[in-house]
């Protein structure tokens, strides 16, 4: 489903990751466990910041705005599409909106801008192949929501399982998506806030 989705989008963030050979494992680590628990402690907070400071003034504000600019535009995608998804149960349309189309481009574009490779290099051209399948999979996978939803009706795990689409199961998921794009941005806040 969509959450996979993500899991690629980390998987194209790895290559901004790894193209800073300063920054520490801790700076990716620490989005992805806030990412996946949709929380952030203080403590984590501090340590991520604590690592950040560590490396040139260049390389962190090229960090920090890379992941503002792919993540949470990311996750923005993410909530546009689940509130299209609610729209869809609602008005029993599957049709995908335009916003969704304009956004995921944009999606790519903010990828594509941020690699520190030269354009037409094979590390750049690997990292938007992969970006590119990611977010092709994505529209896939949300066209299958919107039909199952339109349709009141359900959708096919990978694994073989059957996930009933519910207004209810669409107001969680939205939900868990709003607390972790509150949670990544409080994270990339250099100052803490409770």
Known sequence: MMISF????????????FS???LASTLSEIPKQVFSSSKVTKEQHDIFWAELNKVSKKDSEFFLHSLKKTMIFGQEVQIATW???????????????????????ELLGRFKSDL???E????YNSAVERF???VRQSMESTKQLLLASAN????SRPDGTEIEMTQELIDQTLSSLEERFIAVNKLLDSSWKD
């Open 6 to 17: 993500f899991k690629r989008l980390f998987l194209g963030l790895s290559f901004l990751f």
């Open 20 to 22: 800073f050979a300063s």
């Open 83 to 105: 509130k299209a998804v609610s729209n869809a149960y609602k008005n029993r349309d599957s049709n995908v909106p335009e916003e969704l189309k304009i956004l995921n481009g």
């Open 116 to 118: 520190k490779w030269p």
């Open 120 to 123: 037409g290099s094979p590390d």
């Open 132 to 134: 590119e399948r990611g």
């Open 152 to 155: 009141h009706g359900s959708l």
